[in-house]
């Protein structure tokens, strides 16, 4: 089975799951930014990650051949941090066989936490 994209993903309605600080994405992409904590509170600054090399101790990205995983180190769980509109994730991308260095290619999902379920809803944002 080949990887899917972003797009792919998006059309067919599929669905991330989330377990403790572990987000598992069903497609391929290269990670431009993740962007953490949106909505949590008017106080607060969201954290915004670039850097998704070995050295980052907050973020860990590990690509697997159907499936990526995001592993958030700073956070417990993130069904209950971000289920039920208390925050949220949004990743900026480029799908894996469009020319990053075009910023036109560069796109944005947000995800939809529960703290019910484990799967996790993803959009796309214009």
């Known amino acids: 089975m080949q990887y899917l994209s972003v797009k792919s993903c998006l059309e067919s309605g599929k669905k991330a799951l989330t377990f403790g600080n572990r987000l598992i994405l069903p497609f ?3 990670f431009i930014s993740i962007t953490v904590g949106l909505g949590m509170s008017t106080l607060s600054e969201p954290d915004i990650y670039h850097d998704f090399s070995s050295d980052d101790r907050d973020l860990i990205v590990e690509v697997d051949d159907l499936y990526t995983s995001v592993y958030f180190l700073t956070k417990n769980n993130l069904r209950k941090e971000f289920g039920q509109h208390k925050g949220g994730v949004m990743i900026t991308y480029c799908e894996q066989a469009d020319d990053i260095f075009e910023v036109s ?3 944005r999902i947000r995800l939809k936490f529960r703290d019910d379920v484990p799967q996790v809803s993803f959009e796309q944002v214009d």
């Open 28 to 30: 391929h992409c290269r």
């Open 105 to 107: 290619n560069h796109k």
